[in-house]
């Protein structure tokens, strides 16, 4: 058996550069323009076919076994934030304001050396590899442009498989798990309105800050008093907007946030208490109020049949690692939208180092990951699509 693990640490240096080169050359979703060159550029001169512009800035290459056979898509994501960086390292975003505080610049190295190492043992396997270089995960509707864009057809994939560094867990965590893995992400805007005036006088007001006082506390029983106690539920008011002056009652107050749900009926639940929670609060307070939901992304399932094989996969090539086939986070991704149509597995790798000061969470200024990781990355997904491809 061909030691993958071992032809990605011989690749590190490669890995570790390109990941670095994009880390300090972040950008955001589909304006993947630089980020998307260098792919093209690497693929193209692995002598492979590839299409650029899919879904506005995406990449696709079609890798070619030594015969037709099953076809595995992989994914990997390339879009940076906005967020000014404050980790300081050496390879730190010269681009004001975005960074790379996802570890997506970490996927695309990932993506690119698993590429390199496919393509020196193509003669030695059957079907085809489609590679998808995806830009606008951050809830901008990346994998819907590329699906609509024809990812999923001319071949059509028999198995997809994603990853995703994670700094929630420590080196040496390997999360591969079957069924709801990641959360639907729904997000909300309430619109509150009243009649503003003195603050002097709030018995001549209608006043939609206490309105949203009162929506805000009784929202967070859903999930603790209407969500049933073994499933999951969260409902995250994040933004309140109304008033400017310290002796004024507004008019009108806006809330925003997110609803993170995994299953279906769960999500009606949610949504069918937050209206009549938002709807009759604020009528009990003589106030009007406006609801928008908007789905970002549906929950990431993984099939169980493919999840188990990558799974004993992960314990072929990784048996010192503590594998995790329990782990699920509220997290979400629009990877969810491929899975929906392909079956597939999405796993993670723990990349937090505490002793290194590694361990920010994601979306933060400092995120930063172990790079040590990034061959253990390239080997599990080399030796998992090796074994959808074979078997």
Not at 112 to 141: D, M, R, S, Y
């Amino acid at each position: 058996m061909i030691n993958y693990l071992d032809e990605a640490q011989e690749l590190f240096e490669y890995t570790r550069d390109l990941r670095r080169d994009f880390h300090m050359h972040p950008e955001i979703g589909l304006k993947e323009i630089r980020t998307a060159n260098i792919v093209a550029r690497e693929l193209t001169g692995m002598g492979l076919k590839v299409k650029t512009g899919v879904g506005a800035t995406g990449v696709v290459a079609l890798l070619e076994g030594n015969t037709t056979g099953k076809v595995i898509l992989l994914r990997f994501d390339m879009d940076a934030l906005p967020i000014q960086e404050e980790t300081g390292a050496e390879y730190a975003s010269i681009n004001k304001g975005v960074m790379h505080a996802c570890g997506h610049d970490g996927h695309v190295a990932i993506g690119l050396t698993v590429a390199k190492i496919l393509n020196k043992h193509c003669n030695e396997f059957k079907g085809t590899v489609k590679l998808v270089f995806q830009p606008a995960e951050e809830g901008l509707g990346g994998a819907e442009r590329m699906i609509a864009d024809g990812i999923l057809v001319s071949p059509q994939p028999d198995a997809v498989l994603a990853l995703h560094v994670w700094n929630e867990k420590p080196v040496g965590w390997i999360g591969i798990v079957p069924g709801p893995v990641m959360a639907a992400a729904d997000i909300f805007t309430i619109k509150i309105t009243g009649k503003g005036g003195h603050g002097a006088v709030p018995n001549l007001c209608k006043d939609p800050i206490l309105a949203a006082a009162q929506v805000i506390n009784l929202l967070q029983g859903i999930a603790s008093r209407n969500v049933p106690p073994l499933k999951s539920a969260v409902v995250t008011v994040a933004s309140i907007r109304g008033g400017e002056a310290f002796n004024v009652i507004p008019s009108e107050v806006e809330l925003k946030g997110t609803i993170r749900t995994f299953e279906p009926e769960i999500r009606d639940l949610v949504i069918k208490r937050f209206h009549h929670i938002v709807e009759n609060v604020s009528s009990a307070l003589e106030c009007e109020s406006k609801i928008e939901i908007r789905l970002i992304t549906p929950a990431v399932i993984n099939h169980p049949d493919i999840t188990n094989r990558v799974q004993q996969v992960a314990g072929r090539v990784l048996p010192n690692d503590h594998l995790d086939y329990k782990s699920m986070t509220m997290g979400s991704e629009d990877m969810a939208f491929i899975m929906q149509q392909i079956p597939g597995c999405y796993f993670f790798i723990g990349s937090a180092n505490k002793d290194k000061n590694l361990d920010a969470s994601h979306h933060h200024p400092k995120f930063d990951f172990d790079e040590s990781i990034l061959p253990t990355a390239v080997g599990l997904m080399m030796a998992s699509t090796m074994e959808l491809l074979e078997n």
